[in-house]
T-cell receptor, first 110, second 114 residues
Framework: GEDVEQSLFLSVREGDSSVINCTYT??????LYWYKQEPGAGLQLLTY?????DMKQDQRLTVLLNKKDKHLSLRIADTQTGDSAIYFC??????????FGKGTMLLVSP | DTEVTQTPKHLVMGMTNKKSLKCEQH?????MYWYKQKAKKPPELMFV???????INESVPSRFSPECPNSSLLNLHLHALQPEDSALYLC?????????????FGPGTRLTVT
């Protein structure tokens, strides 16, 4: 099957904005999701966007969706060292199923 | 309470052992999931239980046997595993099994098969 694609690594300085990009495959996904995984931990749902929206803002997080290009991005404003983690985007190709991207490791340096 | 709990946190087992992983949620969610996550890889769906009935089995080998004794509990019984089954096993739940219901994940059980 086709993969959900993400860049593997992003390094930023504390206080900068981070932008994590994702290209998904299933145009019928009703929702698209961003999850965060800290080392040795499970996944934490950060935010999600309904497929008929093109932007959603939630405190420091901004999700942009370009449905024509199947491109999803997550912007984290004022990035903190506690934001260092792996970020997975996920599409929803069917009933009860999530397909995750390979994950982007975000490293925030002081 | 928005928590999914999993026990044990870590498990080391031999290839001839039988063990079980446990998952619990008290959010009234009616769908529960098992995922397998290998190092530096995304989670891969194994099983979905919908209203306590197995609804999706992603061609998982029979050495993994899921069980849903009630709406709050999900078990994964392990038997005759292989070293390549070593991974982080994640449980998740969602309010309903339909599209668009957020899945909440537990912290995982890190399994090592020797």
């Amino acid at each position: 099957g086709e993969d959900v694609e993400q860049s593997l690594f992003l390094s930023v300085r504390e206080g900068d904005s981070s932008v994590i990009n994702c290209t998904y495959t299933d145009s019928s996904s009703t929702y698209l999701y961003w999850y965060k995984q800290e080392p040795g931990a499970g996944l934490q749902l950060l935010t999600y966007i309904f497929s008929n929206m093109d932007m959603k803002q939630d405190q420091r997080l901004t999700v942009l969706l370009n449905k024509k290009d199947k491109h999803l991005s997550l912007r984290i404003a004022d990035t903190q060292t506690g934001d260092s983690a792996i970020y997975f985007c996920a599409e929803e190709p069917g009933y009860s199923t999530l397909t995750f991207g390979k994950g982007t490791m975000l490293l925030v340096s002081p | 309470d928005t928590e999914v709990t999993q026990t044990p946190k870590h498990l080391v087992m031999g290839m001839t052992n039988k063990k079980s992983l446990k998952c619990e949620q008290h959010m009234g969610h009616r769908a529960m999931y098992w995922y397998k996550q290998k190092a530096k890889k995304p989670p891969e769906l194994m099983f979905v239980y919908s209203y306590e009935k197995l609804s999706i089995n992603e061609s998982v080998p029979s050495r993994f046997s899921p069980e849903c004794p009630n709406s709050s509990l999900l078990n994964l019984h392990l038997h005759a595993l292989q070293p390549e089954d070593s991974a982080l096993y994640l449980c998740a739940s969602s309010q309903e099994p339909d599209r668009g219901h957020e899945q909440y994940f537990g912290p995982g059980t890190r399994l090592t098969v020797t």
